[in-house]
């Protein structure tokens, strides 16, 4: 129960890093979006971020994906 008096169960999940995504190659984002579409979630202020399982598939999705930056942390969006 939480402060609202409301049920809720918190599940836990095994990922190895959550790396925001950017990239201009509209059409590899598309691609990857499609391919990965169980390990996409939006952060807090709708930036698209990827839940990387495991160290290898981070770096495969790397590269598969050269057109799309993988950061991993928030502090790019500050140079917006």
């Given amino acids: ?3 609202y ?13 959550a790396c925001w ?3 201009e190659n509209e059409e ?3 691609k990857f979006m499609k391919a990965k579409y169980n390990l996409l979630a939006r ?5 698209l971020v990827f839940l990387a399982e495991t160290p290898f598939l981070l ?3 790397e ?3 050269p057109d799309i930056v993988f950061h991993k942390t928030s502090e790019f969006m500050l140079d917006k």
């Fill in 1 to 3: 129960v939480n402060e």
């Fill in 5 to 17: 008096g409301a049920k809720c169960r918190f599940v836990a999940k095994n990922y190895h890093k």
């Fill in 21 to 23: 995504i950017t990239t």
């Fill in 28 to 30: 590899q984002l598309d």
């Fill in 43 to 47: 952060d807090k202020d709708d930036n």
């Fill in 59 to 61: 770096q495969m999705a």
């Fill in 63 to 65: 590269q598969d994906y």
